[in-house]
C-alpha cells in the first residue's frame, strides 16, 4: 500500500500518460496488502495520511483511497487541507475532526463532490475502494489522457519563463 499518494510523486509521459512515481518502492507493501494483511505503522506525510493510520489502528489499501481523496482536494485548492498548519495540528484534525473536503464546494461539479465523498469517508469499511471508485461515474466521463498534453505543454512553456 502506498501510504504516500500525493500530486508531487506522480509523473506524465509526453503521451499524457501519467504514472506513481513512487509504485516500485510502495509494490512489497502492496503485495502484502493483497494478501490481506494489516499494518499499525504510522509511515507517510501528515496532510495526507488517513485517521486510522493517525489512530495506529490496523489498515489495509483503503488508507490509499482516503490519501487520493486529499490528492483530489490537493488539485482544486492547491494544498492539502491544514497545509497552513503545523504536520502535528493537522494529524489531530485529520484525526479527530470531520473529512475535510475543498474550501469552496461551489467551485466543483455535483459528480466530483460525490467522487470526494466516496474517498473521504472516516469509517474505512464505509469508504469506496479502489475498485467501485473505478466504476464511479467521475472517472467513467473522463477524456483520453491525451488531453493533458496541451496543458502540460502550456505549463511548461509558462514555468519556463520564470
Not at 48 to 55: N, Y
Not at 121 to 136: G, N, V, Y
Amino acid at each position: 500500500m502506498n501510504v504516500t499518494v500525493v500530486a508531487g510523486n506522480f509523473v506524465e509521459s509526453s503521451a499524457g500518460l501519467i504514472s506513481d512515481a513512487v509504485y516500485i518502492f510502495n509494490a512489497y507493501t502492496v503485495h502484502l496488502g493483497r494478501l490481506g494483511f494489516l499494518r499499525k505503522s504510522l509511515v507517510g506525510t501528515p496532510y495526507w495520511m488517513a485517521p486510522e493510520v493517525i489512530s495506529k489502528s490496523p489498515y489495509g489499501t483503503e488508507v490509499d483511497v482516503w490519501s487520493l481523496g486529499i490528492m483530489v482536494v490537493e488539485m482544486v485548492d492547491g494544498e492539502p487541507p491544514y497545509f497552513s498548519e503545523t504536520p502535528v495540528a493537522a494529524m489531530k484534525r485529520l484525526r479527530d475532526e470531520h473529512a475535510p473536503t475543498v474550501r469552496n464546494v461551489s467551485q466543483v461539479s455535483p459528480v466530483l463532490k460525490d467522487f470526494l465523498d466516496r474517498m473521504l469517508t472516516r469509517d474505512p469499511m464505509e469508504r469506496a475502494s479502489a475498485t467501485d471508485l473505478l466504476e464511479h461515474p467521475f472517472l467513467l466521463q473522463s477524456g483520453s489522457p491525451q488531453c493533458l498534453v496541451p496543458l502540460v505543454e502550456q505549463y511548461r512553456k509558462r514555468m519556463s519563463r520564470c
